[in-house]
């Protein structure tokens, strides 16, 4: 029997979680330079487009479809029409499939969205939209069926066979997106000016605005994935805010110490490290857990956004330090803080008595997952480069994406636009 306030807090999750989707475009949009706003804001439109279209054709089913392996699932619910009727969850908090599969499309548009980032200022629209339809459907889909698809032992072989633990997508989100992001950085290469110029963020209003709608979205992330409304989905909810508002003090007072200034783009980013880090971890720690992975978040991911220059890679808008490294700590994280006191269908980590095992499952989900990740990217956007062109044209890339590709400019832009 369907229960009526499950069924409420799912769908309105999926909402939350849709919402996170323009709340990045306009993060991500505030970051780059004027003349290429909207063409930032246009892929994670463009990647809501298309990944609704696969989900309902084959990408549901293939992630939550019956197992072949524990690797995919399979096309028994083409087109969700077996879904119509049918509900998900054990009884007395079941919902209806649907509202499953709505709110699980959801994290597969934020996750590919996420990837636009590194990329930014320099990729061919065109060549971005069919990129979507192919990484979700040889790497997203995959990895989700692997981490998320829990069928008593016959599912996905991250929770069904190694046991690791990922309550919300440390694996499937974050660690993977940020792992692809590096891919794609480097396949594309380094931004005209890169180290050379100084690419500050156009617009720091619009950046705290994405950041606030993230932050609220992520409530539906982390605290919907319990699928119901009850003891787990508030204990996730709050360890989101405690890990994200830890992070972005524990950033800025990082930056203050390194640099001297405490900075807006540091308050902001610090915030996601840290819902980022929490997420695999949201319904598995207790909230002194989340502080202590939170500030942790913070001050790494800060770190971690300054090494590439040091490395020379050119991850525009720093998707592999904030989300890649923050979603590896939050999987080891939950290898040493997790307690069955706060879910029981979870495990003891190191701190808590569980000894080491669970730590090395986390350890082996997080490369298994980073390895595929990168590779299987680093091929996909190897062929479109090839074969179509992935990157845009020098002169395209300085006199700005937005006239180019859309005939369209955020601005009123006159004089020189490559000031901007």
Sequence with gaps: MINSGDTAWVLASGALVLFMTPGLAIFYGGMVRAKSVLNMMMMSFGAMGVTTIIWVLYGYSLT???????????????????????????EGHQIPMLAFAMFQLTFAIITVALLSGAI?????YASWVLFVAVWITLVYIPVAHWAFAAQGGTGGWIVD???????????????????????LALVLGKRDGFRRDPMRPHNMPLVLLGAGMLWFGWFGFNAGSALSAGSLAATAMINT??????????????????DGKA????????????????TPACGFV?????????????VAGSYAVSRKYKFGYDDSLDVVGVHGVSGIIGM???????????????????????????????????VVVALFSFCATWIIATVISKTIG?????????????????AESAYDITGNSNRY
């Design 64 to 90: 939550f479809g019956k197992s072949h392996g524990g690797l995919i699932g399979g096309f028994e619910n083409v087109g969700l029409a077996k879904t119509l009727d049918q509900v998900v969850g054990p």
């Design 120 to 124: 930014a200022d320099r990729a061919k």
């Design 161 to 183: 066979t190694l046991g690791a633990l990922d309550f919300a997508g440390g694996t499937v989100v974050e660690i993977n997106s940020g792992a692809a992001a590096l891919a």
């Design 241 to 258: 805010q405690i890990a994200s508002a830890a992070a972005s003090m524990s950033w800025v007072l990082f930056e203050k110490r390194r």
């Design 263 to 278: 900075t807006t783009l540091g308050v902001a980013s610090g915030a996601i490290a840290g819902a980022v880090v929490i």
């Design 286 to 298: 207790n909230p002194l857990g989340a502080l202590l992975l939170g500030l942790l978040a913070g």
């Design 332 to 366: 080891i994280g939950i290898g040493l803080l997790a307690t069955v006191s706060v879910n029981s269908a979870g495990k003891d980590g190191l701190f808590s008595g569980g000894g080491t095992d669970l730590l090395v499952r986390q350890l082996i989900a997080i």
């Design 390 to 406: 992935f990157r845009a044209t020098h002169d395209d890339e300085i006199g700005g994406l937005d006239t180019v590709y859309h």
